[in-house]
Nanobody, 122 residues
Framework: QVQLVESGGGLVQAGGSLRLSCVFS????????MGWFRQAPGKEREFVAT????????DYADSVKGRFTISRDNDRNTMFLQMNSLKPEDTAVYYC???????????????WGQGTQVTVSS
């Protein structure tokens, strides 16, 4: 069974940076498309970024383009989300997800982490 464990969340001032990590275990990491989603209080879960199994293809939500970078290290079974120029509206619980298909739709992912809180103060 696949397990995903996120880390790296925290409290940061607007304009600051954080780097999230997601450690994958239980199956062959390089077979899975990986994604980041987030959910703010009172809002639906939304897509943030996705990366192909090889790392060569990446896609971002318009709201984070130019500020966030998704990456993966298949040798370490780990995915990352580098978040720069953070804004208060980035405050949310961030979830990593794994799927054999993946995309910007959450229903295409089969496995989810427990989430890590990111809070950006103004």
């Amino acid at each position: 069974q696949v397990q995903l464990v996120e880390s790296g969340g925290g409290l940061v001032q607007a304009g600051g940076s954080l780097r999230l990590s997601c450690v994958f275990s239980g199956r062959t990491f390089s077979s899975y498309v990986m994604g980041w989603f987030r959910q703010a209080p009172g809002k639906e879960r939304e897509f943030v970024a996705t990366i192909s199994w090889s790392g060569h293809s990446r896609d971002y939500a318009d709201s984070v383009k130019g500020r966030f970078t998704i990456s993966r290290d298949n040798d370490r079974n780990t995915m990352f989300l580098q978040m720069n120029s953070l804004k208060p509206e980035d405050t949310a619980v961030y979830y990593c997800a794994a799927g054999l298909r993946g995309s910007d739709r959450d229903y295409r992912y089969d496995y989810w982490g427990q989430g890590t809180q990111v809070t950006v103060s103004s």
